[in-house]
């Protein structure tokens, strides 16, 4: 059999050699190829990528975090402390065995990571060692918002060409429910939505479907960042329970970095060798799974749900205040969580306004949730560098998601960099909702952003609200990030690398 | 390049009722070498690091550890204890105590040196062989030996 290790240790001059010697032997003993990368004060000498291609299983014997671990994506793994590795290397080695023979045949890189070693060198999946909790907690970030982006891309396109080809009804025929005094019934079997609604329905339930696991995918791979392979099922699990109780992207952001801390919690636990075949396959995912769905549906999701009525109760208290207090509060909230409980709570407001016949609160929300990810579909282009390949990459795909109000455009940037990103957009949002009714826009659509602009009462005031509001945020949030001490060297040559494979390296 | 050891950094017959005192002990030799220049600042440092976890391994070895701006030198101190030493190693005292010193600034050589003593750590046979050396010259002409992968 073929292994791969890396050692590493907090000072890097002792155990991180001792581990190595130790899997070596061991290694050799019990008849098996071994290559460890030892990450210590000498400097590492990088594992051949030929080498780790072939081999069967990864052994991390490390107490800080492994550099590049990336590299290694998709790999039976074996992590244990530094010490493990010294004493109990031989233990090591046949955890090994058992996991490659418990494997697929073949089992090899993720794809996306793959592709991320290779074409898209932006994901900051490297943890370094000794990095500071904060460099290191926006590296977890990233990495979730990485896998995350492709989802927001595929999805919001798909529903935003929904909408251009079927008009704004299209989300109203597909989920059921009134549409300018039009009752749909929800159609509860996709196969029928073709011949019901037409291909833009099935292009909008596609849509739909991918954006579902928004949320899940960041959490699941905020705790792949912080605990490797263990981390993406209770990520996964704790993501999709934050969907489940309304929690939203910043619910699945905690749940994604508990569930890390949790897996690498229970990661350190030592158990007898006869169990340690199990615990990868069954225990493991088992436990951190169970622990993770009670804290989002107990502890997370209660709160969450009797805020959210509490919020409902303030907004109703507060017909009557200036259509202008009400603008700068619906937009703030709109841009807050982006599809979380605080945007759910104004958007349904607005709603409720539609239904009763208000339609200027409808118009201040639905601009205020088009603001965010055009703010910052501006701000990477007018300042490229402060962003990274991946979020370039999704300021492309931004203009068109906010044209259409798919608000969760603004996601991977929020979620990368949350304190920042935030307030620049709830400062802009607001101005924009405050706008809206201070030139008395109306809109009959409850959804369709730009594509609606026929059933939108003074469209270019509204339009000229859009604006002000997305250059705002885009200059607020420019200023945060300029403010920040300087990206490392490493990730700021990241940033700068072309987004496109074939476009020009600028010197 | 001077040795990672001479034999005035063997203490044969080190006699210390804990790790502290076996560690300041030995620092005490680096630091009449001149290989340390502020003994309570190196010692800060490596219990410092000892409080990250301790240091003991499997087999009867401590190695207490420190990268340092009080080092002047990659060195290593040898001690051997009959009744032993705890260094926290959960199969009990360390009967061979290591003290590894290294500068905050060590270039990549001298470092290498210092992974290659750790990687002999490993080895029962070079514990073995230290266990019993008749002196400190013959220790440290030992370990200098197969650090130099000679």
């Known amino acids: 059999m073929k292994l791969v290790a890396v050692t590493s240790c907090p000072t890097g001059i002792a155990h991180t050699y001792m581990a190595a010697e130790a899997l070596e032997e061991a290694a050799k003993a019990a008849g098996h190829e071994i290559a460890v990368e030892t990450q210590g004060a000498a400097g590492a000498t990088p594992l051949d990528p030929a080498v780790i291609a072939a081999a069967d299983a990864v052994i991390f014997a490390a107490d800080v975090g492994v550099r590049d671990r990336e590299r290694f994506a998709g790999k039976p793994l074996v992590q244990a402390s530094v010490k493990a590795g010294i004493n109990d290397a031989a233990g090591l080695i046949s955890q090994a065995e058992q996991l490659a023979a418990a494997a697929p045949v073949g089992a090899g890189a993720l794809a996306p990571a793959a592709e991320s070693a290779g074409a898209m060198p932006g994901w900051n999946t490297t943890v370094e060692a000794g990095a500071g909790i904060g460099t290191r907690l926006r590296q977890w970030l990233m990495t979730g918002v990485s896998y995350m982006i492709p989802f927001v891309a595929a999805g919001g396109i798909l529903i935003a060409l929904s909408f251009v080809f079927g008009g704004a009804s299209i989300a109203t025929k597909v989920n059921g429910g009134t549409f300018q005094g039009h009752t749909y019934a929800a159609i509860i079997d996709p196969t029928k939505i073709l011949g019901q609604v037409g291909f833009a329905g099935v292009l909008y339930f596609i849509g739909s479907t991918a954006f579902t696991m928004l949320v899940p995918i960041l959490a699941g791979f905020i705790a792949f960042g912080m605990a490797d392979r263990p981390g993406i099922v209770p990520g996964i699990v704790a993501g999709l329970l934050a969907v489940a109780v309304g929690a939203g992207f910043l619910g699945g952001l905690i749940g994604g970095l508990l569930a890390g801390a949790v897996t690498l919690a229970i990661l350190q636990i030592r158990v007898p060798h006869a169990l340690a075949g199990v615990m990868p396959v069954v225990i493991i995912p088992l436990v951190t799974a169970l622990i993770m769905g009670v804290i989002m549906v107990v502890v997370i999701g209660q709160p969450i749900a009797s805020a959210q009525h509490g919020l409902t109760h303030w907004l109703n208290s507060l017909s009557g205040t200036s259509g202008i207090v009400l603008g700068l509060l619906l937009g703030a909230m709109m841009a807050f969580d982006m599809g979380g409980p605080v945007n759910k709570t104004a958007y349904t407001f607005a709603l409720a306004g539609l239904a009763s016949g208000n339609l200027e609160v409808m118009a201040a929300v639905m601009a205020a949730g088009m603001t965010p990810p055009l703010a910052l579909a501006l701000a990477t282009v007018v300042r490229p560098r402060l962003f990274t390949a991946a979020e370039r990459r999704a300021g492309e795909a931004a203009w068109l998601l906010g044209l259409s109000f798919i608000t969760e455009g603004a996601i991977p940037f929020a979620a990368g960099d949350p304190f920042r990103v935030i307030p620049s957009l709830m400062v802009g949002s607001a101005v924009t909702g405050a706008l809206s009714f201070a030139f008395g826009c109306t809109s009959r659509a409850p959804h369709g952003g730009i594509w609606v602009v026929g059933l939108i009462g003074h469209p270019v005031q509204y339009v000229l609200a859009l604006v002000c509001g997305m250059v705002i945020s885009a200059i607020v949030v420019i200023a945060l990030k300029t403010l920040r001490k300087p990206l490392p060297a490493e990730e700021r040559q990241q940033a700068i690398v072309p987004a496109r494979p074939g476009a020009v390296v600028a010197a | ?150």
């Open chain 2, 1 to 150: 390049m001077s040795a990672l050891i001479t034999p005035e950094l063997v203490d044969l017959e080190l006699s210390a009722s804990d790790r502290r005192a076996a560690t300041r002990a030995l620092a005490q030799r680096l630091c009449d070498a001149g290989r340390v220049t502020d003994l309570d600042g190196f010692l800060d440092d490596v219990t410092a690091r000892e409080a990250q976890m301790p240091t003991g391994i499997e087999g009867g070895i401590g190695i207490p550890h420190a990268r340092s701006r009080h080092v002047t030198t990659p060195s290593v101190a040898f001690g051997r204890s009959g009744p032993g030493v705890d260094f926290g190693a959960p199969d009990g005292p360390a009967h061979l105590i290591f003290l590894i010193a290294a500068p905050t600034e060590g270039d990549a050589d001298h470092m290498t040196i210092l992974a290659a003593l750790a990687r002999r750590l490993v080895h029962a046979s070079f514990r073995e062989a230290l266990s019993t050396a008749a002196d400190p010259q013959a220790a440290a002409e030992l370990i200098n030996r197969e650090v130099s992968g000679k």
